[in-house]
C-alpha cells in the first residue's frame, strides 16, 4: 500500500513562496507518475501540476503556469512543488497524488490511485 505524506504548507504573504514536499512510501516511487491537486474552501478539487516516472514530463494547471514547479527526486521518493509568487487565491488544501505504475501523468485526479492526506497552504494579503 503506497503511502504519501505532505509537508511544507503554512501561512504566507501574497507574492512569498513556499515548497512542498510530498514522501512516498510503500510501493516503487520511481514507477508512478505524481500529481498535485488542491481543494479551497467551498470549491471542487483542481488540477495543479503533475510529473512523468522520470521527471521528464511535466504539467501545469492554467492558473499556476509560470509560477509552480513541479520536481520529483526518486532517491529519495520525494516529489516537490515549488510555488512563487503566490497570489490569495492560491489559498487551498494541497494534496499529492500517486498513479498505479508504469501510467503516465494526466490531469485528472480519478486517475490517480493514492492520496495524502493533505497540507494546507494561506495566503495572506
Known amino acids: 500500500q503506497v503511502q504519501l505524506v505532505e509537508s511544507g504548507g503554512g501561512l504566507v504573504l501574497a507574492g512569498g513562496s513556499l515548497r512542498l514536499s510530498c514522501a512516498a512510501s510503500?510501493?516503487?516511487?520511481?514507477?508512478?507518475?505524481m500529481g498535485w491537486f488542491r481543494q479551497a474552501p467551498g470549491k471542487e478539487r483542481e488540477f495543479v501540476a503533475a510529473?512523468?516516472?522520470?521527471?521528464?514530463?511535466?504539467y501545469y494547471g492554467d492558473s499556476v503556469k509560470g509560477r509552480f514547479t513541479v520536481s520529483r527526486d526518486n532517491a529519495k521518493n520525494t516529489v516537490y512543488l515549488e510555488m512563487n509568487s503566490l497570489k490569495v487565491e492560491d489559498t487551498a488544501v494541497y494534496y499529492c497524488?500517486?498513479?498505479?505504475?508504469?501510467?503516465?501523468?494526466?490531469?485528472?485526479?480519478?486517475?490517480?490511485?493514492?492520496w495524502g492526506q493533505g497540507t494546507q497552504v494561506t495566503v495572506s494579503s
Open positions: 497524488a500517486a498513479r498505479l505504475v508504469y501510467l503516465k501523468a494526466t490531469v485528472k485526479e480519478d486517475d490517480y490511485k493514492y
Open positions: 510529473i512523468g516516472r522520470l521527471g521528464g514530463s511535466t
Open positions: 510503500g510501493g516503487t516511487f520511481s514507477a508512478s507518475a
